[in-house]
């Protein structure tokens, strides 16, 4: 398959310098996957995917023009590139070209195939098997869900010289189980199956169905809030996104008025981009312009210390590439939230009064340059008295902005989770983290 | 037109109906694409590709199998149907509801939706002469605040379907859609910030760009937004008042708290990890929702819609679906599992992002029915409120009861007119609440373009959503401090 997929992007890259481009990258990506989903705590439908397909970046005379296409359809994807070629000279120059980087030998990043998960795809029925067995432990009414394997294979070529290959697979996982008036939801990415963690995940969302099944209301108002790893993640993948580079061009960050330096969040936050950290999907050894990746903090210890960037928007900022190269624009590969040293009994203690809150969704700004948001709550919220859980309450929204939910960041729990669904769309390792006075808001009517 | 690939879908057809299937679907399903971005009137890049494969789904052993490959030879999609019916048939043990389709009759027939302006007429140079353009009157157009940045981009694309079924099915479509979006931020930085994301989408040609005329209302509504900056003071938030609610939300409330809730797949709990369950139980049917004047109507035919489609991706005719009528729960939207199930006809709401997608009940072009009243007559009837425009921030919960829409622009309304601009009004209410509070609607109808999630892998599925100007009574308004 290595050599397969490395020859079909060298004759990519070679049509296309034949064709009278000046550069041409092209990822080749071969994925097999497989899904069994679950609704009313049988399986809804089993899908399963495969698909070989190359993406390809070209420039002419600093233009940027870019396609992608099946491999079984290398002829169209032909046609397209000339197309493009006869295209370039009605565009202007690109107010964002740079040329592609000399590559540079990445350092391979062992431990991203598992077999476990390779088998899964072929034959999933026990993994489903397990999740119905583990969620049926607690006292629920049903669950929802899903188990995600996949299989992905990469190779990239470029003009400039770099042919690399990766292969990985990896996991994503969550459930959702229903008790009474609660509802409680888990997740997990991971470059490995490990029954024992599909298990927990089922667990831990029945545990918190289960706890939250009689609820009551609670008036908005600002609260001490413990994010558990599900909201944090999913906070953590906007304001990270916001530190990619285009991103702060496109007027789409909270970053547009700082600089590398200034202090953005509470001392006690460091949250990193960890492509390096094989355990998580998104780890890789290379970029999309062959450069090695590296980790490297966005924010350490409340300072702004870098923004993310391909060479391309590193040339716009004066600033150079920090590995996080799409074909065109900067991407995040898998976030790491630094643990705190507070156990969850102490989080609890810390917070004296407030509410955890377990679940959230639709998190909508109304202005991405002030980061004003608000998300609702799903799933679990628990009410917490004199630093211990007294009740569960109904759903709420938090709406407040990023700048301030940063600042106010006050504690971080000592364990680490790694989340992965819907709505933490980049992997993300996370404590619960404690904040304090959230904004909260309900309906008046 | 040709139709490549007619072979390949009836192999599957043929194949899966051999390894025992009870029921199958396949599907080839292509999208050609091209978009080209700018940012402050500078091009970034163009981008052309093509998305296409084969999607089967099959009902093996009482569970619902799918398989999808962009290998496109009788052995690609042989296998697919092997992997489909395979590890449905694995499930089948755990399978309490084993899962059957209702009886339809199914269409059998070929449309296309024709460009007026065809893409491969309009040059590069006349989109990039565009881009400039509007940036060049954008920019400009004030001079206390400034315009930081204006991404825009247009994207073309053209979505070809090949359909079959074991039941008979057999369509064929071809539908073009344009769509130009942008995101504009206008700064002061010693006053502030506002930032409006939009799009416009639809089927057709290049003959929509004149019609969405961006250049004409961009560079007004930039002068609107500074002087929101400038001068909107704080909404009345102390007691209930009167709300003007405008169209644009108008749309996005339908589309969140009336075809959502009723899609009966969420009804029946089969996206409850993902967009989440309904409001709506299954014997709800009748049941008051809103005042005489909340009729919402979704309606996959109306001509150079975003949601255009003559038949659902299991083949069933499709008509528009009356959601809610005359403020009762009316109809849900089905596809054959759901229709089975409620024992009724399929509505033919099933649809499918592309060749990796399994088809699933979704809405297509979602509106509130007009009224009778004109824009004015609407505010002549408020004594004291507040009329809202247009909004950034919203979300509505995971049973589509409680939303919430941040306003952008908004104006007061005092005896019957608009006075000054008030700043981040916001609407918080119960889906009861909205339409049970409407007391009118003008004669206005808009429609806005949207890109709809939902799914498993998530699938975004073009959509239009609009409706008139509506006024609700007695509403309790917060404020995004």
Redo the contacts between chains.
Sequence with gaps: MKEQLLEIGKKVVEKALSMGFDEAAVDVRSTDS????????????????????IGVYVTKNQ???????????LD??YK?LS??YT?HT???????YAPLPEPKKPDPLPGLVDKHLIDAIN???NV??AI?EAVNRYKID?????FQATHERRALVNSKGAELFEEGTFMKM???A?AGEGSG?WSLGSRKLKIKEVEHVAETAADFAFRSRVQEEVPPGRYNILLSPMVAGNFFNYIADMALAHSV????SIF??SKPGDKVAAEKLTIEDTPRNAELPGSTSFDDEGIPTYDKPIIEKGVLKTLLHNTKTAAKFGSQTTGNAGL?FPRLWSLTVHRGDYKFEELLSEMKNGLIVTNN??????????G?????T?DAIFIVKNGEIVGAAK?M?I?DSFPRLLQNIIALGDTQYDMYW?EVDTPTRTPYILVKDL?T????? | MTWKYEDLVLLAVEKGSSLGAQYVEARYHKHSRSSLAARNGEIIGAESSVSEGVAVRVIAGGALGFASTNVLTREGVQDAVQKAVRKAQAHSKLMKNPVEYSHERLGRATYEVNELVPFENTSVEEKVSYIKDLWKQVSSSISTARVATLTTWIGESVEEKVIANSDGAFIRSRIPRLSLGYNIVVTLPSKGTIQRFFSHAGSGGYELLKKWNVIGYLPEDTRKFEQIILEAKSPPTDKPVDVVVGSEIVGLMVHESSGHPSEADRILGREAAQAGKSFIKPNMIGERIGSEYATVIDDPTIPGSNGFYLYDDEGVPARPRYLYKEGKINEFLHNRWTAKVFGVSSNAAARAMNYESEPIIRMANTYFKPGDHTFEELVEGVKFGVYIKSYMEWNIDDERWSQRYGGLEAYLIENGELRHLVKNPVLELTTKTFYSSVDAADKNLEFYAGTCGKGEPMQGVPVWFGGPNVRIRNVLLRVIA
């Design positions: 497989l899904m069994v989903k679950f609704a009313n705590s049988e399986p809804s439908v089993i899908q399963n995917w495969g698909s070989t397909e233009r940027i023009l870019g396609t992608s296409a099946p491999v079984s359809s169209d994807a397209i197309n493009l295209m009605q565009l202007p120059q690109s107010m964002l034959e999933p029925s489903s098997e119905v049903s669950f929802a869900g899903m969550y459930i959702r229903f939801q061009l496109m007027g789409s547009m008025n065109i969704w639709y998190t909508r700004l109304q202005n991405y340059v002030e004003i948001f608000s998300t609702i799903r759903k929204r709406a819907w904004g808001s309900k309906h008046t009517a």
